[in-house]
């Protein structure tokens, strides 16, 4: 009983301790001007939606809303079409040097964002690029790629060779094993791959920052980040946004949740 007490009460601490940021810039959110920067009261004695009516109102935020679901749900599409083609060809076709064409892909993620920034900044504007949605896709698919081929070649590897070799006696392609087989056996791995890119593509900064000029194409963390004005800081509808982006992410989390687990715990325990 002690020990149930015990877990259960870590258990409330932790997940308090996780999403205590949401629950206070949700609590800041509905705060009215006057009480922002006061404390005591920590809840509002006046709870107000202004700041919710606020953002949409004096900012286009349904149009940076819009630019962020456009460009992750693309870097998406993208990087799990290009990655699991890859980590096919990795895991099952017979390629030289698999470990270090790997490690080639791998070590495109260990660059700094900020020591890369300049040179792409650079090559798009060459390309005339600038202030687009592809100059953000582009540049996160292109950095979101080997998370997903890292993953994906791990989950190819998991479905036996035999099942790959049956179907080459049958008759089929490789192309044809991809897409009929593989990809439906690696369901799982594929939803995980896809939440985490898309989870990246919808809060990266610099790059969006640095790309992108108006709010035609700029998306949300660079919109909130211009938020405040010359005299103030409106903590307010800073706050207020934040929750409603926010709230995509946790519905995605919450439709897949059971892929998401079955992707993260796959090949867990060796049968």
């Known amino acids: 009983m002690i020990k149930r007490i015990a877990f259960y009460t870590l258990l409330l601490f932790v997940v308090l301790y996780c999403s205590g940021p949401l629950i206070w810039q949700f609590i800041t ?57 890859c980590a096919f060809g990795l895991a099952k ?28 900044y650079i090559i798009i504007r060459a390309f005339g690029l ?21 993953i994906l070649t791990n989950f190819f590897k998991q479905i036996p060779d035999e099942i790959y070799s049956a179907a080459r006696v049958d008759g089929c392609s490789p192309f044809q094993i991809f897409y009929k087989i593989m990809l439906p056996l ?37 919109a909130i980040a211009l938020f405040p004005g010359l005299h103030e800081i409106p903590w307010g509808d800073i706050a207020a946004a934040s929750v409603v ?16 687990v079955e992707g993260l715990t796959s090949g867990a325990v060796k049968e």
Request: aromatic share 16%; net charge positive; charged share 10%.
């Open 130 to 150: 600038r202030d687009t949605w592809f100059a953000l896709i582009i540049t996160y698919t292109t950095f979101s790629l080997p998370l997903s081929i890292w």
């Open 29 to 85: 959110s509905l705060k009215p001007d006057y009480e922002l920067t006061v404390i005591p009261p920590v809840f509002p004695e006046s709870p107000t939606a202004a700041h919710y009516f606020s953002i949409f109102q004096n900012y286009p935020f349904l149009r940076i809303i819009l630019n962020s679901a456009i460009v992750a749900s693309s870097t998406t599409i993208l990087s799990l079409a290009v990655g699991s083609l």
């Open 186 to 222: 690696s369901l799982p791995g594929i939803f995980t791959t896809a939440i985490l890119v898309f989870i990246f593509s919808w809060n990266e900064f610099l790059y969006a920052l640095t790309f992108t000029s108006t709010p035609s194409s700029r998306t949300i963390p660079v």
């Open 245 to 260: 982006v926010t709230i995509p992410l946790i519905a995605i989390v919450f439709a897949f949740q059971k892929r998401i």
């Open 93 to 120: 076709l017979r390629v030289r040097y698999k470990a270090f064409v790997l490690g080639f892909v791998l070590s495109v993620s260990m660059f700094p964002p900020i020591a890369t920034v300049s040179p792409l």
